[in-house]
């Protein structure tokens, strides 16, 4: 298993994990911030888009040979903000792809980004089960900024093309690996994590923390 072709992604992991999860997506972000390090057994819920994300299935299989593997421990991302908030998987300012309609406003994301419908800041690859970041992947150290700019008639096939990943490359959507983005909007804009709704913020860093914690496959 690997996130790059000769690059091993994990290792084998003889000893029990350090905590079980049974839950959302959610309740593994509760779980894992704040402990580095920690080895996680997670038995997602079917609407898990980090499950999606790397293929985890929604019954994971218990029970192992004394002295075999009882699984890979692959390390995983996080997304950290500087107000204090973790995103497990996605982060977005302004309106997400999904909820783009031809009456969307645009939103100042500051001079080194400007003016756009949403930005998205991915560790991961689905929310809400459509493919918003066909690259995005929580093991590989960065993170993957996507920047809405479609014209309004352009807007509707975009949202169509969420399912199967097909809406990029598009010369409205900016695409770019980042370690870490600011924004400083000029008045405080929207933010969604993982999928829900984060209030407004203002000037606001957002850095990935490769291997912030190991999942247990």
Request: glycine share 12%; net charge neutral; aromatic share 4%.
């Amino acid at each position: 298993m690997s996130v790059r072709p000769g690059i091993a992604w994990g290792e084998e992991w003889l000893d029990a994990p350090d905590c079980e999860v049974d839950g959302s997506d959610a309740d593994l972000r509760e779980a894992v911030v704040g402990r580095p390090g920690l080895v996680v057994r997670f038995r997602p819920t079917g609407d898990s888009d980090l499950a999606r994300s790397i293929g985890l299935p929604t019954a994971v299989p218990s029970g192992s040979p004394a002295g075999a593997p009882i699984g890979i421990a692959v390390p995983m991302d996080l997304l950290e903000l500087s107000d204090g908030r973790c995103a497990l998987n996605i982060a977005i300012l302004g309106t997400p792809p999904a909820r783009q309609r031809s009456w969307t406003r645009n939103v100042d994301l500051g001079a080194s980004h400007g003016i756009a419908t949403g930005a998205v800041v991915a560790t991961g690859q689905f929310l809400d089960g459509l493919d918003i970041v066909p690259k995005g992947h929580p093991g590989d150290g960065r993170a993957e900024l996507c920047i809405y700019r479609l014209a309004r008639r352009q807007r509707s096939s975009m949202r169509q093309r969420l399912t199967s990943g097909t809406h990029v490359p598009h010369p409205g959507i900016e695409t770019t690996s980042v370690r870490s983005v600011t924004f400083e909007p000029p008045r405080p804009v929207p933010i969604v994590i993982d999928g829900a709704d984060g209030g407004r913020v203002g000037t606001i860093r957002l850095q990935v923390v490769p291997g912030a914690y190991r999942l247990l496959l």
